[in-house]
Every structure is written in structure tokens, then in C-alpha cells.
């Protein structure tokens, strides 16, 4: 329940951490879970519905945007070491890791925590070239992962 007199906290303070390194984001989509349900009823069943039973958690792949920066290569570096492992027995496992992202307040305490267990970069985006437009440099990475968890800290 909301605290009377209490702000909501603004969205645009957060950071992410790839396994210790701290990552300068400008957008984040994609946190999002939901429980699949079972549906199931019995022959002998007092009720004509059919019960819901929780069933496997479905997570939706995480996008990160971020500002190209001048020998900033740790996220082009990650999806190659991927990419190439695919052919070596074993070594995929090892290129997954966890991702941390940190919503912070205006005086940047952090106030909620999304953990991605066992991420990996699926697709990756060079930025949109154009001549005649004055903005920022802006790559994207997709992340697949294992799991999402939520919590306030």
C-alpha cells in the first residue's frame, strides 16, 4: 500500500552489473515474468470447471540500450565469446552469467533489484548511421536467461 504524502520513485535512476562490471544503460525492457498454469479436473470432481494449478515460470528475454563509447567493447566482446562456443563441447555453459539491475531513488539508495540468473547476449544491434541526425550512438544487446527474480531492498 502507497505511504500518504509518498512519491512514486522515478524510473530513470538505475544501473546494471554484468558479473562486477557496472554498465552505463539509457533503456531497459523486458522484465517480465509470469507463471504458466495447468489447467486440470478429475472424473469425480464436484465442480463442472476445470482447476488451475501453477505450473513453469516463463521469462521474456531483457534489452538493454546503451551509448556507444570509444573502446567500450566488454558487450561485443561477450556476444563473440558466445557465438564462438557453440562449437566447442562444453564451453557455452560457461559464458552465462548474472546480471543485476538496481533501481535507485533520487538520493541513489537502491530501492529494488532484478537479478537474471545464467544470462547470455542473443542478438546484438549496431546503432542507426546517419549523416544528416545530431544524436547519440545507441547499441542494443538482447539477453536470454534462466531466471528473473524481483526484490526491494
Known sequence: MATEGAYPIPKFRFKVEIEGLELSA???TGLESEIEFIEYRTGDHSSDTKMKIPGLQKVSNVTIK?????????????????????????SFEEKKRLVTIILMDTMESPVFKWTLTRAFPVKLSAPDLNAEDNAIAIETIELAHEGLTQEAV
Open 26 to 28: 539509457q533503456e531497459i
Open 66 to 90: 546503451k551509448g556507444v563509447y570509444n573502446g567500450d567493447n566488454e558487450l561485443y566482446d561477450w556476444f563473440q565469446e558466445v557465438k564462438d562456443s557453440k562449437n566447442e563441447a562444453g
